[in-house]
């Protein structure tokens, strides 16, 4: 089985201390919505301008787009993926392989919303959990390989990094959903390797359809 997860993921709540300020008043306006509102830099650049780590910060629409090429490949479709979201808030999100995602950006931060608020959608195939210890949770689920793909890494071509062998155990592949710096030292201090496939940053969801079309190289399901 591979473990795919999204870590320091830009994706959270509005916090409490920006709820009042103009910007945020008029969104809830506008889209009628409550104090459960999804931190969007598009809407709330303003009101981010002072925020702790703000260009980590803000942007759902990374997390979106990975989720819709993992989620939609057919190595999930076999079965042979689980997706993980996690967050700069130490919240893990769990999908359900089943999961099919609203293609519509609106529709898709409803729903993390009320994840987020919940802790689990409605029908369930996604849940939360909060103060994850990662290293703990890999251990649970017996993967002894955790990689990290980031620009930092070691420069590698993927068919040195992804080979029959690999696949042969459970294994982890953790890739960055935030747009800006680099991975946090609690996602740092659990990998077994931090690996580059590119001579530049690339966006996450690049990065996340390279690596699964790899994979399913290897599966041999094209």
Known sequence: MIHLL???????????????HPAVKKYAKRYNKGKDILLDDSYF????????????????????????????????????????????????LKFKSVTRLPRNYDRFKGLMEEVLRDGMSKNELIVMEDDID????????????????????????LSEIIFPELLKEDVALIIGAFPRGHFSEDIINILAKK????SNSLDAWIVTSRVLGRIEAVYGLF
Do not use: W
């Open 6 to 20: 999204f870590a320091d993921s830009s994706l959270e709540l509005v916090p409490e201390n920006l709820l009042g």
């Open 45 to 92: 650049h303003s009101a981010m301008r002072n925020m702790e780590d703000r260009e980590r910060r803000g942007r759902p629409d990374i997390v979106h787009f990975c989720l819709l090429s993992a989620l939609g490949s057919p190595l999930c479709q076999e079965g042979k993926l689980k997706v993980y979201v996690h967050t700069l808030h130490n919240q893990l």
């Open 134 to 157: 990662l290293k703990e949770f890999f251990t649970k689920i017996n993967c002894k390989t955790i990689i990290g793909f980031s620009v930092e890494g070691e420069k590698k071509r």
């Open 195 to 198: 690996l580059s496939i590119y």
